[in-house]
């Protein structure tokens, strides 16, 4: 790839993100307020505390482990809408393993944890992933469905046969505390950084944190992640070098629901200790936009995630300080996606036309030449 | 300045990362002449063809057509000025007519932009009545032979009033029956005065058929000379910048033992018909079995269920004695077998990969490449450092990507890497096709090289001369089978012709036979 390439690949998103912020404002300004102050606000609430800050942070952990899971299909062809339900069944399975095994000591259990939030969004990510290889049903259909199912079964579960007992609430018991991640507030003061007990922030930072890791390592380093590219570049060249497309297509699946099963690390694990019905409310969909502003690539799945993370941190202070709905922060978000795809697209096209290829008519996604590196 | 001339382009330089593809490069084409562009892989032909069209803008340079300087540099402006390019992937929607196809995308829409078929269908008839195209308006794309599509191409072109028409390698897809006849059609259409400026690597062609040649090297510009005042070798030293053999010697074959055997092979395509019916061949280690045919009866077929991309429906694949009908792709490369694939960028390369990754595509998971699930990028670095030296990649870098590489250099880096690792049998799909005549020489020598240290090797070749210098024996497929089969050296390219249209008692297949020799495409459901 050139250096104009690479630069406009990195250039796009943030002129995107300044972009949506300009449109934002216009929006603030139409509804009678001063775009200035808004956003002061917005970042004040992101940014203006260590609390603020270890909120975001918060916020970031689901949002990459998600959008680790949209964009590592992505690297397969694979367009895995799936992450809601995937996390969802992670959540389950990690509570239901939580309830079993409450006798474990924490050393034993939290790893044990882990490996059941992972296994549980794998198996979910499972079924369209061998559909897929196996009938060439489209995964973007049967994804969607999969969501559908894990919300309506796990609300099932908990609010029929898991329920706390005594409880109005549609929730499960706490899990066992040996199964809690412990919050960073605590190391976090032996290094200096005043990070108030009550903040959320815990240790599947720093998962999440592995989690980018591991996927860019499976990726780049890996046997099976140079047949996950190729496959996903090129399922005929893949085919002709003795890769078994459908098994590829299937290991891509699993993995990447393995990471958005992984949001129970934060939610059950780290922060709730229990499974709230509907408790998500669309992480796994912001998994995908989250995804595309990071071009799909894992370090830029973190730095999309931290962005989103701080919008919607920022959001809650100019909802309780200001008249403008918190609707306004939505708005930003789905402008800067838009902006990042069309931006994208421009991008491309002016590459695409200094290095002498003919303009790309996008591909169909589950074709998607990969190419972002 | 003068108007003899259709393009003037002075000083045209384009820069890429990795690759100073055009230097300095001027490149006169006078009105109404065939102007051919030869030179090495890499030299930078396409990309200057690319210039003239729009499709990529110089860093440097001017470019003035019909004396004239044009002053944008996309395509419409180009087109604008009469400048057509017939693409080498044909861009044609197989479900429609050729009228509708002729129509399709052209600029700009009169009638308030509704589709006018009946007016294209009028024109079409009349363009191919006046350069003898033979096409039907009315015929669908999907039922025309590679040959027809080109001239679809070409009429596509003209009907958007081309006067200078572009080919890049035209003639690298065709039989050698369709070249000939493409050739009477750019005669036609010089006659008619329009101007033509094609690329290619077969020097003959040039020869035969243009009035001037530009020579490039290196990105730059090595000479420009008259046709009829110069020789192929002459072409060659100023390409190559030195001798080149063009033709390689063959010394009798030592066969050994049998490596590959197939016996009474059959296959099925979509359509549920015999793509391949009762095949019976025999390569031995040390030899070469070369098999000829009009592309699209049975060759990409029968490559394709010996290297396990396609199943069997009766027979049997035998490799170094063992029964492996049917084994997957991956246990066949186990096995020893390389393949080299006849379309490199469908099924020989994943673009997008660096050079150094696709170097190893289908030994990717073995040792030194792989170990216990983990890549060793070391050596797969200094895999690709040694294959890029051995073959001559250019450019030398095997951190490039590989989609940005000249079409013959993609070609290069899958001979090399199939060439490498000493197989057992080796099956070669038009292994030359699109590399200069220096790499010619170069596969053809290796060829004959591995044969001689036991190889058994498979070769498909739509160049007869090709099939004729390098096989020790010659087999001959149409509509699914082989009809015939001859020793090398023993038959001459008249009687393999007729052969492979389906002559000489070859039409017991009783499947309907089109005027040029073709089985209807879509059973055999090759491209
Ligand atoms: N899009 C691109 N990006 C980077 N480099 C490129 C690109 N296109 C061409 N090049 C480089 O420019 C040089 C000239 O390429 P070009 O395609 O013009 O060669 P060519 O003469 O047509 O060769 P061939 O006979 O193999 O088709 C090569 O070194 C090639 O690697
Ligand atoms: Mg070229």
């Not at chain 2, 081309?162 to 006849?181: F, H, M, N, W, Y």
């Amino acid at each position: 790839m050139s250096r104009f390439a690479r630069l406009s690949q990195l250039l796009s998103p943030l002129v995107a993100v300044a972009a949506s912020f300009l449109v934002g404002g216009l929006v603030v300004v139409a509804i009678g307020e001063n775009p200035f102050h808004i956003y002061a606000i917005l970042f004040r609430g992101a940014f203006g505390s260590v609390d603020a800050i270890g909120l975001v942070l918060f916020n970031a952990v689901p949002l990459i482990f998600t959008g680790l899971a949209v964009a590592f299909a992505f690297r397969a062809g694979l367009f895995n809408i799936g992450g809601e339900g995937q996390l969802y069944i992670g959540a389950f399975v990690c509570t239901l393993a939580g309830l079993a095994f409450g006798g474990l000591p924490a050393l034993v259990l939290i790893p044990l944890l882990i490996l059941a939030s992972a296994a549980g969004g794998a198996l979910w990510a499972a079924v369209p992933g061998f559909l897929k290889a196996r009938f060439g049903v489209h995964e973007v259909i049967n994804t969607i469905m999969m969501n559908f199912i894990a919300v309506g079964l796990t609300s099932y579960f908990v609010i029929n046969m898991l329920r706390e007992p005594g409880q109005m609430t549609p929730q499960t018991s706490e899990i066992a505390f040996a199964g809690h991640l412990p919050r960073l507030a605590d190391s976090l003061s032996l290094i200096g950084i005043p990070l108030p007990q009550a903040n959320p922030l815990n240790f599947s930072l720093v998962l999440a944190l592995g989690a980018v890791l591991l996927a860019w390592y499976i990726l780049y380093r890996t046997t099976l992640g140079y047949e996950i590219r190729a496959v996903g570049m090129n399922a005929k060249a893949a085919e002709y070098a003795g890769i078994n497309v459908r098994r590829t297509l299937v290991m891509a699946m699993v993995l990447s629901g393995a990471f958005a099963g992984l949001v129970a690390t934060n939610e059950i694990m780290g922060f709730r200790h229990r499974f709230l019905d509907n408790f998500s409310s669309g992480l796994g969909f912001m998994g995908i936009a989250v995804a595309l502003l990071g071009k799909n690539t894992p370090l830029g799945v973190l730095l999309a995630a931290l962005l989103f993370a701080v919008l919607n941190t920022g959001a809650l202070e100019i909802d309780i300080f200001t008249d403008v709905p918190r609707e306004l922060i939505l708005v930003l978000q789905a402008v800067t996606i838009i902006l990042v795809v069309v931006g994208n697209e421009v991008f491309a096209r002016r590459v695409a036309a200094r290095e002498g290829r003919a303009a790309g008519v996008p591909l169909p996604v589950t074709e998607a030449s990969g190419e972002t590196k | 300045m003068s108007e003899r001339h259709a393009v003037q382009m002075r000083g045209i330089t384009k820069r890429y990362p990795r690759a100073l593809a055009n230097d300095r490069v001027d490149l006169d084409v006078e009105v109404g002449e065939v102007h051919a562009i030869v030179g090495e892989n890499g030299a930078g032909k396409s990309t200057i063809m690319k210039v003239l069209y729009g499709l990529t803008p110089p860093d440097e340079g001017s470019i003035s057509l019909w004396g004239k300087e044009l002053s944008g540099h996309r395509p419409a402006d180009a087109i604008r000025e009469g400048v057509g390019m017939v693409h080498q992937h044909f861009m044609l929607v197989d479900t429609l007519t050729v009228a509708e196809n002729v129509v399709l995308g052209a600029e700009p829409c009169s009638h308030g932009c509704l589709l006018d078929v009946a007016a294209a269908r009028e024109r079409v008839r009349q363009l191919s009545s006046e350069y003898g195209l033979s096409l039907d308006p009315d015929d669908l794309i999907e039922n025309l032979s590679v040959g027809l599509e080109q001239r679809v191409e070409i009429v596509k072109v003209l009907y958007r009033g081309a006067k200078i028409l572009i080919l890049d390698e035209p003639t690298g897809v065709l039989t050698p029956q369709e070249v000939r006849e493409l050739f009477v059609i750019l005669r036609a259409l010089r006659e008619a005065g329009r101007t033509i400026i094609f690329i290619t690597h077969k020097l003959e062609e040039v020869l035969e058929l243009a009035d001037r040649i530009t020579v490039m090297r290196d990105g730059r510009v090595a000479g420009v000379v008259s046709a009829a005042a110069t020789t192929k070798e002459e072409l060659a030293r100023m390409m190559v910048g030195r001798d080149v053999l063009l033709r390689v010697t063959r010394e009798e074959a030592r066969p050994g033992e049998p490596v590959l055997q197939v016996a009474g092979l059959s296959a099925i395509g979509r359509k549920g018909s015999h793509v391949l019916e009762g095949i019976d061949l025999e390569v031995r280690s040390g030899e070469i079995l070369g098999v000829a045919g009009v592309q699209g009866n049975g060759q990409t077929e029968l490559v394709e269920v010996i290297t396990g991309l396609r199943r069997a429906s009766a027979g049997s694949v035998t490799v170094c004695g063992r029964e492996t009908t049917n084994r997957s792709p991956r246990q066949m490369r186990d096995l020893g077998v390389a393949h080299i694939p006849e379309d490199r960028q469908a099924r020989g390369l994943v673009l997008g990969f660096t050079v150094a990754e696709n170097l190893i595509l289908g030994r990717h998971h073995r040792k030194p490449f792989s170990s216990r699930g983990l890549l060793s990028l070391d050596d797969i670095r200094t895999h690709a450092e040694r294959l890029i030296e051995e073959h001559d990649l250019r450019p030398r870098d095997p951190d490039g990507d590989a989609g940005h590489l000249s079409g013959g250099n993609q070609q290069k880096l899958i001979v090399a890497r199939e060439f490498d690792g000493g197989p057992a049998l080796l099956v070669a799909s038009q292994p030359t096709r699109g590399v200069d005549i220096g790499a010619i020489e170069f596969v053809h020598t290796s060829l004959l090289r591995m044969r001689d240290q036991g190889a058994a090797i498979l070769l498909i070749s739509a160049e007869l001369t090709e099939i004729m210098t390098l096989s020790d024996s010659i087999a001959v497929m149409y509509g699914g089978k082989i009809v015939a089969q001859f020793e090398g050296g023993a038959v001459g390219e008249e009687e393999l012709g007729v052969a492979m249209t389906g002559g000489a008692g070859a039409s017991a297949g009783g499947s309907a036979v089109r005027s040029d020799g073709r089985p209807p495409r879509h059973e055999m459901g090759a491209r």
